[in-house]
């Protein structure tokens, strides 16, 4: 696997001056992990958003922070509720020889193309990623599923249908391999359902952006740059073995 690659500068701003970067077209961030004290950074507002868009939360990337290179994956994303633009990234550094724990989105092939759909049924996606296990480079960039053998409303991918690659297992050893990935309806039975529960029938599950909120356990950019160490030490960090 290639890496991304992001250039990040030192950062002397904090608190509520962050803002002022913000308006020059600069990302505050914070780099941390292992034996290393945190780090305050920046980076340029086009290439960063480029980057945290591509990597999301489970593709390593290589961030260069005053000429040395760390390995490292994006840990939490800041969103702008409003103009929707990136505010704060803290990046967590790994190392190449220690598996970590991640999310990685499942990616359903063959839409529009299934035998259930040509019969005209719907096919919904009931879960869009999962957590796995991996060394970095072993890590993948999407789980594939593919859907075109689903033909009634009987039919379900379920998560023992996951093939995972060499190197790379479930992070929960007791995962449950029948919880449903995606399954088949019959449009009357979707629309009755979607009615009784006040809702109307739609084609696709709706999905909560993760980079529209801060995770529980994260703070706000606000807050992280608040100048109360709290960036300094972020409340959680990925699970590495």
Known sequence: MVNMSLKLDGRTVSGKHVAKLRK??????????????????????????KIAHAAGRHTPIDVVVDGKKKLAIIKSIDMDPIKHTVRHIAFHTIR??????TQVPIILTGIGESIAERAGLVVLQAIEDIEVRALPANLPESIEMSILNLATDEDKLMVKD????????????????????????????????????????????????????VPEGEESSEDAESGDKSEAKPKSEPETK
């Open 24 to 49: 020059q077209g600069i990302i505050p961030s914070v780099v941390y992990g292992g034996s290393s004290d945190p780090i305050s950074t920046q980076s340029p507002a086009v290439e960063t958003t």
């Open 96 to 101: 190449q020889d220690e598996k970590i724990v």
């Open 162 to 213: 996951i093939v995972l690659g060499e190197g790379v297992e479930f992070a929960d050893h007791e995962q449950d391999l029948e919880l449903v990935i995606a399954n088949v309806y019959e449009p009357s039975a979707l629309q009755a359902a979607n009615e009784a529960s006040g809702g109307d029938a739609e084609d696709e599950s709706e999905v909560e952006s993760e980079n529209g909120e």
